[in-house]
């Protein structure tokens, strides 16, 4: 099993970024995915989840409006389109999936099955 999320960098304030992740070991239209973040000395954060089929997306109130995800099942990639960047998005990005049918809140790490490796992304004022 594998989340080999990249896109990360540096911008400046307002700029955009895109994430991806490209899944492989599972079947990736079985699971739901998730984009967590932690910036250095903070727990690891929610910022957006989509379903199984894409027809289902959640955010973090904190990107709403600013963050979109996306999938495709074809290619087992789930994308992260990050416009209107702040510098309080700087953290590692992460990828992650559980199972559809699990019970749970969405935002919860604790219920994700597969995690990827990270992927840095710094804003700058």
């Known amino acids: 099993v594998q989340l080999q999320a990249s896109g990360g960098g540096s911008v400046q304030t307002g700029g955009s970024l895109r994430l991806s992740c490209v899944a492989s070991?599972?079947?990736?239209?079985?699971?739901?995915i998730g984009w967590f973040r932690q910036a250095p000395g903070k727990e690891r954060e929610f910022v957006a989840t989509v379903s199984w089929n894409g027809d289902s997306t959640d955010y973090a109130d904190s990107v709403k409006g600013r963050f979109t995800i996306s999938r495709d099942n074809a290619k087992n990639t789930v994308s992260l389109q990050m416009n209107s960047l702040k510098p309080e998005d700087t953290a590692v990005y992460y990828c992650?999936?559980?199972?559809?049918?699990?019970?749970?809140?969405?935002?919860?790490?604790?219920?994700?099955?597969?995690w990827g490796q990270g992927t840095l992304v710094t804003v700058s004022s």
């Open positions: 992650s999936a559980r199972r559809r049918f699990r019970i749970g809140s969405y935002s919860s790490p604790l219920l994700y099955d597969y």
């Open positions: 070991g599972f079947r990736f239209d079985d699971y739901t």
